[in-house]
């Protein structure tokens, strides 16, 4: 923990990288691990082309997921790095996660790659929409839910066969920071993946993987950590207050 501490302290814009392991105990499986999300779904229901091709079947799909992420409070991860942004160390978190949480827990600067699922809109027209109120919609039989307009009603998240969000910004970020923390990531899905490796290897910054399972740029990270994430972000704001007291 040590030299993870004197890299955060001596970074001058250092960026967090998450993935969906920063979520699982908070209840939200991941989707890659043991109990992964695509263990007992196909990758195909969270396609463009499916929900086009059976949209009720879609949404039969999403709406559950929808009321799991809703219920799902930050854990000890999300708070710590919260506070983190707070004490100015963290100038960004770039996440891939669609379920609001770092938001719920206080982070300000969150650049939400694969969108959110606190919002949907019209595939027609547009028009926003709460997804609680899309939910309502469904307990009411409207299935799959219709705007006004007679468009089906989507979430506002990337559906596998679309571009990712706020792609631009989340590079422009990646060529001024120092340091990137991976947390939760396998670092498998494109063009994601590239954030951490912009930072390290085009920027000559630091690498600091906090991941249960390899990633592919495991050879490259400055510090690993393999203990569970609720258990080492907290450790580290810890021992970063610890040092910053001393001084």
């Known amino acids: 923990m040590e030299k993870v501490v004197e890299l955060l302290l001596s970074s001058t814009y250092a960026i967090a990288f ?16 043991p109990n992964g999300l695509w263990k007992k779904y196909s990758p195909e229901i969270a396609s463009i082309d499916y929900l086009k091709r059976d ?18 409070k930050p854990n000890e991860a999300h708070y710590a790095l919260a506070k983190l942004e707070k004490m100015g160390i963290i100038k960004y978190i770039i996440t891939q996660n669609i379920d609001g949480l770092h938001q719920k827990a ?23 929409y709460d997804s609680r109120e899309v ?21 506002d998240v990337v559906l ?22 991976v947390i939760g990531s396998s670092l498998t899905v494109y063009p994601a993946n590239l954030i951490p490796q912009i930072v390290k290897e085009e920027r000559g910054g630091s690498l600091i993987i906090i991941n249960a399972d390899e990633t592919p740029l495991d050879h490259e990270a400055d510090v690993i950590i393999r203990e569970p994430i609720e258990v080492a972000l907290p450790r580290i704001v810890n021992e970063i207050e610890e040092e910053l007291r001393k001084n």
């Open 106 to 128: 206080g982070s300000q600067n969150v650049i939400e790659l694969h969108g959110t699922m606190q919002r949907s809109y019209c595939s027609s027209c547009f028009k926003q």
């Open 160 to 181: 596998f066969g679309e571009p990712v969000k706020d792609f631009g910004l989340a590079l422009r970020i990646a060529y001024e920071a120092d340091l990137v923390l």
């Open 55 to 72: 949209p009720k079947g879609f949404w039969e799909f999403y709406s559950q997921r929808m009321r799991g992420l809703f219920e799902a």
């Open 18 to 33: 998450t993935g969906a392991g920063i979520s699982t105990a908070s209840g939200i499986p991941d989707f890659r691990g």
């Open 135 to 155: 939910l309502k919609m469904i307990d009411e039989g409207n299935l799959p839910p219709k705007c006004s307009c007679g468009g089906i009603i989507r979430p």
